[in-house]
């Protein structure tokens, strides 16, 4: 497996409360990704990085943010949780975009908002 | 890619025969058309890929066509087996640096 890894496993948290979540990686690939998983909607992408201090929107980024200061690590954040935000977090990570662009996952974290 | 439509949501077969699943796209400048395979309560692995440039592509049990045309490619698994039971998720990618858009997947179950 990649050398991907994301932390927390697993969380519980209030409504109102700021969450961070965190991604490491350990391939030095210049592509990191956010998705969230829930049933019947399959992977939704939250937010991307293309490098250091570069990331975009995704398909469902609203409520989040994220930051990318070392090649290494991207960070997720709920600003303020809602529990539509319950959801499984994947983080991936890609070497190049175009061809050959196998994307490697992290194992998730599953978030839930009470 | 835009959007990628996945069909079915579920799909059971019975051991020892052939499943396929169907994903359409709409987003003309996508050129790499990936499967991944989650098993439950894990991550999504690669199974196989296909590129534009490509029409069909088979990995022992598993073959992937790509209809450029229609906009549309499949997933073939032959002789399936019970470990084969999993969700499958489609995607295509255009080359861009937000990556690949996935499909709703199809919970795949091998009936024994």
Redesign the interface.
Known sequence: DAGITQSPRHKVTETGTPVTLRCHQTENHR?M?W?RQDP??????IH?S?GVKDT?K?EVSDGYSVSRSKTEDFLLTLESATSSQTSVY?C?I?ES???????F????TRLTVV | GENVE?HP?TLSVQEGDSAVIKCTYSDSAS??F?WYKQELG?????II?I?SNVGEKKDQRIAVTLNKTAKHFSLHITETQPEDSAVY?CAD?R???????????THLIIQP
Request: proline letters at 4%; aromatic letters at 20%; zero cysteines.
């Open positions: 592509y990704y998705y019947g909607h399959g992977l939704r992408l991307y293309y975009d995704g994947f991936a890609s975009q175009g061809l050959n662009t196998e994307a996952f992290g194992q998730g | 996945q949501s050129n790499y990936p894990k991550r999504p692995q690669l890929d590129r998720f990618e080359g861009g640096a937000d990556g690949l858009t996935f499909g709703k997947g």
